[in-house]
Nanobody
Framework: QVQLVDSGGGLVDPGKSLILSCSRS????????IAWFRRAPGKDRGAVSC????????TYADSVKGRFTISRDNAKNTAYLLMNELKIEDTAIYYC????????????????WGEGIQVTVSS
């Protein structure tokens, strides 16, 4: 059974940074893409960013371009989302997902999801 563990969220002031981590157990993730989605209060879950097995990143949320960076460390079986210059509108539950061979902004392409982690940006 694939288990994804999201960590690193919390409460942060606007303008600050956070890094989210996504760790896997069950099997290695190096052959798969890894993506981050988020669900803001009152909104549908949407894609934020994705990284391929060859470390090519894609950003789907225009509002995070230039501020968020996705990366992965296959040796640690872990992916990261570095979030800089956080804004109040970045407040959301963030989900890590994988088990897909291609990056996509659509949820149906991904078979395994983490439980989500709360990120709250507030002064």
């Amino acid at each position: 059974q694939v288990q994804l563990v999201d960590s690193g969220g919390g409460l942060v002031d606007p303008g600050k940074s956070l890094i989210l981590s996504c760790s896997r157990s069950g099997f290695t993730l190096h052959a798969y893409v890894i993506a981050w989605f988020r669900r803001a209060p009152g909104k549908d879950r949407g894609a934020v960013s994705c990284i391929t097995s060859t470390d090519e990143p894609f950003t789907y949320a225009d509002s995070v371009k230039g501020r968020f960076t996705i990366s992965r460390d296959n040796a640690k079986n872990t992916a990261y989302l570095l979030m800089n210059e956080l804004k109040i509108e970045d407040t959301a539950i963030y989900y890590c997902t994988t088990v897909s061979y291609m990056c996509s902004e659509y949820e149906l392409f991904y078979a395994a999801w983490g439980e989500g982690i709360q990120v709250t940006v507030s002064s």
